[in-house]
């Protein structure tokens, strides 16, 4: 019976892989590609996560684990798996798998959809589970104490600078879609703005009127959420009130990191906290609308399957297919960040170790999935109108008229009308030149969400996907500045000891501070240079958040050489080895590549000409210099990180394998569990 | 802080409001472990049973402190 299903899911997957093979130099229904990765993903599930647990790891049901031994009632709480998947899922999952795919949609839907489906079953999935499963036979330690037990202490602190450097690049990235999206909007701004109030309301009910009644404090903050969405569209229809919510870039660049740093240093209950619950409800409902969407409309996919762009001419990011096709995707294939996660809060909550499984094998797929339907979103739409949203404007002609050119110059049609028309069903002035993914993903799910719904609602649909975006970011970004601010005190405590203390008001400050004012700045900068924007900023996110991916993936590898299970060690190494291949190339490359498009030194250099020549500004000029070198230290500084601790790594699994260090296994003793079933 | 004389019974409601019981109290406390809320009811049983007779948090005392446990280290939230 068990071959059965896998044999009828394997026949669901040919039927995609085979529908999408057939339909060649044509349109194909996105239902066909939905249908390749849930078929694809149940065949891996079902052959090659079992053959994980059991030959690889060998789960035991009859081993206690952490959430068993050290149950408190708080943190370590045995926990349903459906409830776990749930719970681990909304962490794992923010704006990256969204944000990823739409970009990496310029080399066409085939070659990210295959990196996004072939990518999570070999090596993002593995990532996951791996560290879910090793993190759970050591009391639920975080990766980076178990890379410090492992691997050795000397990266230790080294591991942690890295953490921090990429949290500021990412955070700085993502801010900058948010900034890209809400600009010139008062309808998004509106809506974003008035989550701040909500979640004050909230974090109040929750605590002081009705404490513990977090609950019916969501339930309140959702439907708030929703009459601000409504809202908004009068907003912006209003002459009066339209102007004051109509914000420029560097406007919100300031409101954010403003936000970022309060967040940070007020009691999580006034904001962080409630914020969360809020992200949490919409992410999960929004996924879940997004499939519904997708399956009940089935659009056809307009966009090519392979564009030109593979050859690195792209006009929103540079790079050719390989590797940049790989660092774009970002976390919709792997994501070094789920392995914080995984050995995390998930570990404590593991009822069962062959729960394992399903949760971080199947948490990942469902990442992945989500990854899926973005790219079917960002390839519904009409590829001339994909390219106006997400081509920067400076490189589209600054006009309308001059956008619809360039556009057809490139083989796309599509006219000014049509752009006009388009935003204006949106409820938007215009959508052309709103870089960043989220618009045009925004615009994707409208399309599909009013295909079902009408075409009268596609401006609140559009608006609700920003709002969801914008929300998900949002709660990166106060969570991810306050983590960065406990980061800094615990390495300032190693100078100054009362710096560590996270109750006391001028340290918490200044870490905040120092936090927000690490990934502001880097917003400020991208914003001021016309040449930046997310087509430089999100490679370099993409390029630490799978270097984090190698380290996992290092460790990981260390875990199964020293529970004896060397001659299994391929399953991680295989796809150590391809992450460190496309990272370190794309690292180069990005740092030192002659085509001043991509090289950062080489756009530096010739800024520096331009200068010279009189065709540039000297002080914008000196800005592009000073960010293109600052960045390429940065990656440098990733690379080098990351390679020193694959190096300490690769040198033990040799001393290991000489047999000159003994096989010790470091799991926590067998303890039976006392539970029943 | 509360005593054991004065400490509430661990049958109070959930979350989400759950003091019924039956099939919506089920959901309730279904969605508000999915959302990660703090769960009273269940650190007075954790309490009651594990370490009876030590003093207990009150339930505001309670839900600020896990608040503020969740969001203090680590990644909470992904990208």
């Known amino acids: 019976m068990p071959r059965l299903i896998t044999a009828l899911f394997s026949l669901v997957a040919a039927a995609g892989w085979g529908m999408l093979a057939l339909h060649r130099g044509e349109t194909v229904s996105a239902a066909w590609l939905v249908l390749a990765a849930i078929g694809t993903y149940l065949v891996a599930y079902r052959l090659y996560a079992r053959f994980l647990a059991d030959k690889v790891f060998a789960l035991d049901p009859r081993r206690a684990t952490p959430a068993e031994r050290f149950e408190n009632g708080r943190d370590y709480v045995p926990t349903g798996r459906f409830v776990l998947f749930g719970h681990h899922f909304a962490a ?39 560290i879910l499963v090793g993190s759970t036979r050591r009391d639920g330690k975080s990766l980076g104490q178990i890379a410090k037990e492992e691997i050795g202490p000397v990266t230790g602190t080294l591991a942690m600078v890295a953490v921090l450097s990429i949290m500021v690049v990412l955070l700085a990235s993502l801010a900058l879609v948010v900034v890209n999206a809400l600009r010139d909007s008062p309808w998004g701004v509106f809506t974003i703005g008035c989550t701040i109030p909500i979640a004050v309301l909230m974090g109040l009910w929750m605590t002081k009127w009705r404490p513990g009644k977090t609950g019916e404090a969501t339930l309140i903050g959702v439907v708030l959420l929703i009459a601000a969405l409504i809202g908004g569209r009068y907003i912006a229809s209003s002459e009066l009130l339209a102007p004051y919510f109509s914000l420029s870039a560097m406007t919100l660049a300031w409101s954010l990191i403003a936000y970022g740093f309060t967040a940070s240093v007020l009691p999580v209950w006034m904001l962080l906290a409630p914020r969360d619950y809020l992200s949490t409800f919409v992410k999960i ?298 990272t370190f190339t794309a690292g180069y490359q990005k740092i030192f590549a002659a085509d001043p498009r991509l090289g950062m030194l080489a756009h530096a250099r010739r800024a ?37 601790l694959i190096v300490s790594a690769v040198t033990q699994w040799i001393q290991i394998y000489r047999k000159r260090v003994p096989v010790t296994s470091t799991e926590t003793a067998f303890v039976e569990t006392a539970y029943a079933d | ?69 969740k969001h203090a280290g680590g990644a909470g939230r992904c990208c």
């Open chain 1, 608 to 644: 520096a000409e331009q200068v010279a020549a009189g065709t540039l500004d000297a002080t914008v000029g000196a800005r592009q210099i000073f960010n293109d070198r600052f960045n390429s230290a940065l990656c440098a500084l990733f690379l080098t990180v990351a390679a020193a």
């Open chain 1, 285 to 582: 409902g929004t996924v879940l609308l997004l499939a519904a969407g997708i399956l009940f409309v089935l659009p056809d996919l307009k966009l090519p399957a392979v564009t030109r762009f593979i050859d690195g001419s792209g006009p929103i990011f540079a790079g050719k297919l390989f590797p940049f096709c790989f660092i774009t995707i970002a976390c919709g294939a792997i994501s070094g960040f789920h392995a914080l996660v995984a050995s995390g809060t998930t570990p404590k909550m593991l009822r069962r170790e062959t729960d394992a499984p399903f949760i971080g094998y199947g948490g990942m797929l469902m990442e992945s999935f989500v990854a899926v339907m973005a790219m079917c979103a960002a390839a519904v739409l009409d590829p001339g109108v994909y390219f106006a949203i997400n081509v920067p404007m400076g490189a589209l002609g600054g006009s309308l008229e001059a956008a619809s050119q360039t556009i057809q110059g490139w083989g796309f049609a599509v006219t000014p009308d049509q752009l006009t028309t388009l935003a204006a069903s949106m409820g938007e002035s215009t959508i052309v030149g709103r870089t960043g993914g989220a618009p045009s993903l925004a615009v994707g799910m409208a399309q599909i969400f009013s295909g079902a719904t009408g075409a009268h609602l596609a401006g609140l649909w559009y608006h609700f996907a920003i709002l969801f975006e914008a929300l998900f970011i949002l709660t990166t970004i106060d969570a991810g500045t306050r983590v960065g601010r406990f980061m800094i005190q615990e390495l300032g405590g190693r100078l100054w000891a009362p710096f560590a203390r996270t109750s006391w008001y001028p340290a918490s400050i200044i870490a905040s501070a120092l936090a927000a004012a690490g990934w502001g700045w880097l917003l400020i900068q991208t914003v001021l240079d016309p040449a930046g924007g997310i087509g430089s900023l999100w490679p370099l996110f993409g390029i630490s958040n799978q270097l984090l991916a190698t380290v996992a993936l290092a460790v990981g590898t260390t875990l199964i050489i020293k529970s004896g299970k060397g001659r299994y060690a391929w399953v991680t190494l295989a796809p150590l080895v391809w992450v460190v291949s496309i």
């Open chain 2, 1 to 69: 802080m509360l005593t054991e004389a004065n400490s509430p019974q661990p049958s109070v409601h959930g979350p989400l409001g759950q003091a019924r019981s039956g099939r919506l109290s089920a959901v309730g406390c279904w969605l508000s472990a999915l959302f990660g809320m703090p769960n009273y009811p269940r650190y007075i049983a954790h309490q009651h049973r594990c370490h009876p007779g030590a003093p207990v948090l009150s339930e505001k005392e309670f839900v600020l402190a896990e608040l503020e446990r």
């Open chain 1, 92 to 130: 794992i999952a923010g704006a990256g798998p969204l944000v990823g795919p739409v970009l990496a949609a310029q080399f066409g839907w085939l070659p990210g959809t295959l990196w996004i489906i072939i990518g999570v079953v070999l090596a993002g999935a593995v990532q996951d589970f791996t």
